[in-house]
């Protein structure tokens, strides 16, 4: 319990340091001044090449930046998931950044996104009513689902739609009326820099029926329609425990019974606590399910969780952020490049032939500082200390090979291996009598993090 607190009350922990107002630029990707537009439709209706090259170039140039700010980002974010004292905070910023999937690719605005991550980390644990309420004014959002280009008269449906379908009840929740009354609701609703903007001359302000909730309705009553419908809690604990724990068995499946039951308290308690996420998830984390082994289906590891979970409980050195970055990319998972509106789709998609490798690789880097796919020189000249990782052992227990082999099973799986990897890692350690202690225990490491087992959580 104590254990629980100490990581849902991650508030009482400092703070990682904040980036500087010079980290990320906010005005790289900064709308046309007016004088710029009537430059632009000047050049354009005389038709001077000259000047149309040169604002060309600057947008180009402007592009070019806004990548290398992204990437830097990129950097900066997997740095603060291994380096943070609030573990599940960064946890569950990731969780919301694959719920509400935005990606750099659409909206080519790497402050926006920015922006986007601050808030998911304001209202991580937090309240998911008021996150819905700040995601339908949240820019990046709006760009990426073309809100700024709903209008009265002329609605765009894609934010209403997804909101329901993948953001909140799931399909069969609603009906196709309920879309395109959302859509109203949702007229005007855009942004102007880097804030949020209602435009009351786009806005629908007739009278709507949505879910069941009729008047003249805005986003905000759209999004209390939503929250009154009983498939909301039901979906977000669904979602919650398929990235804790693992999915939720198919009908016929023995193990689904007591998953279903679990999800449905989770949703009523997610319901009393009137969308506060922090009960919900603390009676997750403390229930036996959470806990069973065997009752508990086992998830695979999704490249983030791979990569920083290695760095924090191996205690790797991080190497090079921009590596690391690259060799989550080919396990699948860029950050902030979700690949579409769905988010990842994770589980078994995460491995296949290529992925597996460059898994094995990864960890290969961590503990060697060997570059993926590379036989140069290690990357930098720290070397790996396994020394936390057999801390407390008592002298019998670091001698004999077979004692040691099963203490290193143990603290680094989180699910139970065969007696003939456990033997023929004692055998290995065997082989490497004559080698330091602390070599050899690298070595196995290497050995345990390729394991099939290693992938899951």
């Known amino acids: ?15 990682y340091p904040k980036p500087k107002a010079e980290d990320f630029d906010g005005g790289i990707m900064a709308q046309p001044t007016e004088e710029a537009r009537r430059e632009l439709m000047r050049a354009r209706r005389t038709q001077d090449e000259d000047a149309l090259a040169r604002i060309r170039q600057a947008r180009q140039e402007r592009q070019r930046l806004d990548r290398g700010q992204i990437a830097r980002m990129r950097r900066w974010w997997l740095g603060r998931m291994i380096e943070t004292g609030r573990p599940l905070e960064e946890k569950l910023t990731l969780f919301w950044h694959g719920h509400f999937a935005t990606s750099y690719r659409t909206i080519e605005n790497s402050y926006h996104l920015f922006l986007q991550n601050e808030l998911f980390r304001r209202h991580a644990a937090g309240s998911f009513a008021g996150l819905l309420r700040s995601i339908i004014r949240d820019p990046a959002m709006l760009a990426y689902l073309d809100n700024n280009e709903n209008r009265k008269g002329r609605p765009n449906e894609n934010l209403a739609r997804e909101l329901m379908e993948l953001f909140t009840l799931g399909e069969g929740a609603y009906a196709e009326r309920d879309i395109k009354e959302g859509a109203r609701a949702l007229t005007g609703y855009s942004f102007e820099g880097n804030g949020f903007v209602f435009r009351g001359a786009d806005h629908d302000d007739g009278p709507k029926s949505i879910l069941g909730r009729s008047g003249r309705l805005t986003g905000d009553d759209f999004v209390a329609a939503v929250l009154e419908k009983p498939a909301c809690a039901d979906f977000i604990a669904s979602r919650v425990y398929r990235f804790f724990v693992g999915e939720i068995p198919p009908k016929g499946d023995p193990k689904r019974a007591p998953v279903v039951g679990l999800v449905r308290s989770l949703a009523g308690t997610l319901r009393a606590a009137r969308y506060e996420m922090k009960p919900m998830l603390r009676r997750l984390f403390l229930s036996e399910h959470f806990h069973d082994r065997e009752g508990a289906p086992a998830r695979i590891k999704s490249p983030a969780e791979l990569v920083v979970g290695a760095v924090r409980s191996l205690r790797t050195p991080t190497r090079d952020l921009g590596e690391l970055t690259r060799v989550m990319e080919m396990m699948g998972q860029s950050l902030f490049f979700p690949p ?39 990357d930098g000249d720290e070397r790996y200390d396994p020394a936390p990782m057999i801390e407390g052992l008592d002298h019998r227990a670091r001698a004999e090979p077979a004692l040691l082999a099963r203490e290193l099973l143990n603290r680094t799986l989180c699910v139970e291996t065969t007696p003939e990897k456990e033997k023929a890692l004692a055998g290995y350690l065997r082989s490497l009598a004559r080698e330091d202690l602390s070599t050899a225990v690298a070595g196995a490491l290497s050995l345990v993090t390729a394991m099939p087992e290693y992938q899951l959580c």
């Open 1 to 15: 319990e104590r254990a629980v607190d100490s990581l849902l009350d991650f508030e009482r922990a400092p703070e």
């Open 340 to 378: 579409s509106v769905a988010g990842w789709e994770g589980g078994r998609s995460w491995i296949n032939s290529s992925t597996l490798f460059a898994r094995a690789n990864a960890l290969r880097y961590l503990l060697t500082g060997q570059p993926q796919g590379g036989d140069g020189a290690p």
